[in-house]
């Protein structure tokens, strides 16, 4: 899926008019701010365009999805999910967090194309179309989005998410750039299907590891 930018042409030089010369040395000059002139049109008219787009259109996004274990180029960045697994608590290096509901660790890997880049948190999406963010009772600096994502090095990383059982079936992660105070429409996301059908998703919630450690060994 991509998307095309609007297209704005610049206004067509006006030819002297017959009979009339330029004197020396404001022929050239005369050109110069014909195509000074044209190029600020052309600046300004890009300007009116990308100041009159709606919320919806300022806000929209290109998706580029793809499978658990695939690399799922955006562009400015790849994303692969490795794995996952449920847990019922998470174990950081001063305290255990429980949940009546359960924790989705995700684990995944990415590089970026050109620059380095911060991941954000990503959300889950579950079939009938509700949004979970990951969350917030996991430090950031224990996930992914805390480590640069560098050109061409791929590095590896995990996202948790809190659920009840019944988001699982037919859920898809989606990740993203962090949100920035000026919006850019048309900025890139990654969206890959977990491949839970009814039973592997009945599978893994019922039987959730019991304790998933952050601590590194």
Known sequence: MTATQPRSSAVPERPDRPGRRAGRGTGGGSKVLNACAGLLLAAAAVGLQTFHLTANEASA???????KGEDVDARRFTVRLDSFLAAKSIQNSDRTITTDNL???VNASARSSLKPYHLGQPQL???DGKKFQATDRVASTLTLANTWVQPDIWVSGRFFFEVPSSALPGARVVFGLPAEVLVEPFQPEVEIDLGL?????????????????????
């Open 61 to 67: 996004r290109v998706t580029y999805t793809g499978a």
């Open 103 to 105: 924790f989705l660790v």
């Open 125 to 127: 999406l579950t079939a």
């Open 197 to 217: 059908d009814e039973e592997a998703a009945r599978k893994l919630a019922a039987s959730p590891q019991a304790v998933y450690s952050t601590v590194k060994k």
